[in-house]
Structures are given as structure tokens and as C-alpha cells.
């Protein structure tokens, strides 16, 4: 697949007052922006409502005024790339002392209502973008990816759906199927515990961690994500904690939390808190994290067209566009395909520099005998020998990744993931 080439925007917010266009070699746009507590209160109507493209429209023009500098820089910008036949690259920089509600706003909805679509659109890609410095590692002939499932088998007693651990084992490994040329994919063997999920990303150079499980969203404190004990059984693990386990991992380039919340700030006075903005803080380069409940069936539908489009090429924000755009065809009318987050610290979006042509045959392999992906630590077990350890759901697609329905040991209840 040919690599795009880029104009590289960034949209500077401070505040909900004023706002800058920057893009390397042209002048900059700044202007007053109206991102106030009417507009809050008018996107809240529009959300309940669902009426979601209304929604980005409103964004839209309080973000990019009628008659504004802004205005006038963004579709400037946007004609400079179609001319020069590139794609246009929006960075969103939202400064983390701003006010926590700017943060928390829907910006993947941004549109004009006409054929700018953000969050989407095939000629632009769109991030949060946190500006630390981040220099590329070597480039990974085939990039290794652990993948982790956490379904504790007391799960229910927290409120939370159950995860069907075999169900799940089985669609993952057939998306990942078509991509062992371009990817090792590794499975964590369970119990997927806090010093399992370190002791297996520090024995080999994982560039890609991608995790499937339960969030939580506390009243007050850290989020959390739920893994498992020694047991199979809840382990709440905070975003401290999971800092923590990947702490000093160089060659981690970007981490997938398939995990509801785990986009949403934690903290009422910071924008960065949260699963994702801590780990990114912790110099992660970037991370994807829902910012929604969403069901296992859209889920998977991310995963397949995420991975099969990072395959094919190293920008993260590119391949995030086009899995939100697939899941946008699927079901125009529902808020669903903006949930993935996309935040990073990556000037133009690459994990890694273009990669050269895969392993020699003879190389290691991702499938073992049989035609079964690897399980990192061990074998993939038959689902009869788990049986006593996992709970099974009647139906994988009516799974949900968590939507709160109450409060347990100050953490939002749940009825999935």
C-alpha cells in the first residue's frame, strides 16, 4: 500500500476562548472560539437528543467561527493539501490545566456538515496530541504484539457483564489470522495478573500491547482496569498501577485499551487523567482507549479494520480514521464509531519508519502444528480445560465493554465491559 504524505495541523486550545492554527511553513491562524458553558449545555441537548451530527456542527462552529481567522485557516489548509494531493493532519493540543470539560468534549464528531469530517473523513486523520518529544525507535521488521484478555470469573458480583474468555480467544485469533506477515501476535496466558502482564512484556521487545477487559470509572480517585488474580478473580488495577507495570518498556509503542472509559479523565482538575492520559504522560507514544460503552460486536469490527489498515502502513492515526469511518458506514445514525480515542505524542503519527519486506521463511512463526496462534507462556488450552474458570455468555455480539448502572466500592457499576 503507498504511504500518504501529510500536512501537519495543529489545533492549540488554552482555553474555551481563544484558539491557534499551526502548521510548519505557513502563518499562523488564532482567533477567539465561543467553547462555553451555552455550548456545553446545547451539545448536552444535541447528545440526549442524539442528534450527533448536529452535534459536531455545533463544535464546529464554536471551534472554527464564521468569519474567523480559524475559519478561514482550516479550509485554507485543507485546500493547500488537496492541491498538493496530501491528506490533512489534525493535532489536537488541548493545554492539561485547561478547564477538564474541554478535554472531556466529543471532538472526533467534529464537522462542517458538508465533506469535513474529522474524526473520519478519509483525506484527514485527527489525535489528541500530548507535545513531549518522542524520537522513533528502529524499525521492526514484523512488530510483536502481546494481546491479553481479562475476564475474571467473578465478574458479575461487581455489576460488570461476563466475558466468554473462549469466544473471545477464537474471534481475535481468526481477525489476527491475515496479519502473521506483518505482525507476531502473542496471547497472555491466564490468569492475566498485574506481574504475569509485566513479567511476559519485559521477556521480549513488544511494540504493540492490545488488551482486552472491563474499565471503571470511580466517583472520586483513579480509574481503573480489571484484571486478574492468582484466582481468575477481580483485580482492580489503577491507572497508577498500570503505569507501572509499563514502565521502562522503550520499544511499547502503542497500547489498545478495548475497555470502556478508559479515554475519560479520572481527575475534575485534570484533562490528563485517566487510563489513557496517564499512560501517555508516562511516555507511552500512544494509546487508544473508548471513550464509551461499546458492544463486543463493534469491538471487533475496530480491531479487524484497525489492525488490517496498521499492517499496511505505521501511522496510528491513520488507521485509527479508517476503522472510526468503517464503523461510521456500519451505522450512520449512532455515536458508537467515535468512541476509539486516539491519543498520542507523535508529530506525524508513526510508530515506526516504513518497514522493510517480512521474515525469511524459516523464521519464527506465529502459528504452531496445529494452526493455532501462540499463547505466550504456554499453549492455548482446549475451552473444556478452562471450564471450571471462566463464565460463559449466551451471546458474544450482545456483550457490552461497561456502561455504569450504579456504584460498588466507589466504582461505577457495569453491564459489560
Known amino acids: 500500500m503507498p504511504q500518504h504524505e501529510y500536512l501537519n495541523v495543529e489545533l492549540q486550545l488554552i482555553s474555551g476562548s481563544r484558539a491557534t492554527l499551526r502548521c510548519p511553513g505557513q502563518q499562523d491562524y488564532a482567533d477567539a472560539v465561543c467553547i462555553d458553558e451555552n455550548l456545553s449545555r446545547q451539545l448536552r441537548e444535541l447528545e440526549h437528543s442524539k442528534d450527533f451530527q448536529g452535534y459536531g456542527q455545533a463544535l464546529f462552529e ?157 466517583s472520586q480517585g483513579e480509574s481503573a482496569l480489571v484484571l486478574e488474580d492468582s484466582d481468575y478473580q477481580v483485580r482492580l488495577t489503577t491507572e497508577s498501577a498500570l503505569a507501572s507495570i509499563l514502565l521502562g518498556l522503550r520499544d511499547l509503542e502503542l497500547v489498545t485499551l478495548i475497555a470502556c472509559h478508559g479515554g475519560a479523565p479520572s481527575a475534575a482538575d485534570d484533562g490528563l487523567s485517566g487510563l489513557a492520559g496517564s499512560l501517555v504522560m508516562q511516555n507511552v507514544p500512544a494509546v487508544i482507549a473508548m471513550r464509551r460503552a461499546i458492544s463486543m460486536k463493534l469491538a471487533f469490527r475496530f480491531t479487524q479494520y484497525f489492525y488490517r489498515r496498521l499492517a499496511q502502513t505505521p501511522c496510528v492515526d491513520e488507521a485509527v480514521n479508517e476503522a472510526r469511518h468503517q464503523l461510521y458506514l456500519a451505522d450512520p445514525e449512532a455515536i458508537d464509531w467515535s468512541s476509539p480515542m486516539l491519543y498520542m505524542r507523535l508529530e506525524d503519527g508513526q510508530l515506526w519508519s516504513p518497514r522493510s519486506a517480512p521474515d525469511a521463511p524459516g523464521g519464527e512463526t506465529d502459528r504452531d502444528s496445529t494452526g493455532s496462534r501462540r499463547a505466550a507462556e504456554g499453549s492455548l488450552a482446549e475451552p473444556e480445560e478452562r471450564a471450571n474458570q471462566i463464565i460463559r455468555a449466551d451471546k458474544i455480539e450482545g456483550q457490552m465493554f461497561l456502561g455504569p448502572v450504579g456504584e460498588v466500592n466507589n466504582y461505577k457499576k457495569s453491564d459489560g465491559f
Open 62 to 218: 464554536a471551534t472554527f467561527p464564521s468569519g474567523s481567522e480559524l475559519r478561514r485557516g482550516i479550509y485554507s489548509l485543507l485546500d493547500s493539501s488537496r492541491r498538493e494531493r496530501k491528506r490533512l493532519r489534525l493535532r489536537l493540543f488541548v493545554e492539561r490545566a485547561a478547564p477538564v470539560p474541554l478535554h472531556s468534549l466529543h471532538w472526533e464528531l467534529l464537522t462542517d456538515g458538508r465533506d469535513l469530517a474529522i474524526g473520519r473523513s478519509p483525506e484527514t486523520v485527527f489525535s489528541r496530541y500530548i507535545s513531549r518529544p518522542h524520537a522513533l525507535g528502529p524499525s521492526p521488521t514484523r512488530p510483536r504484539m502481546l494481546c491479553a484478555i481479562a475476564a475474571p470469573t467473578d465478574i458479575e458480583r461487581y455489576g460488570m457483564a461476563a466475558i466468554d474468555y473462549d469466544g473471545t480467544l477464537r474471534q481475535l485469533d481468526e481477525l489476527f489470522a491475515g496479519l502473521s506477515d506483518s505482525l507476531r501476535i502473542d496471547f497472555l496466558h491466564r490468569p492475566v495478573s498485574p506481574e504475569r502482564l509485566r513479567e511476559q512484556l519485559s521477556s521480549q521487545a513488544y511494540h504493540l500491547l492490545h488488551i482486552y477487559g472491563h474499565g471503571a470509572l470511580p
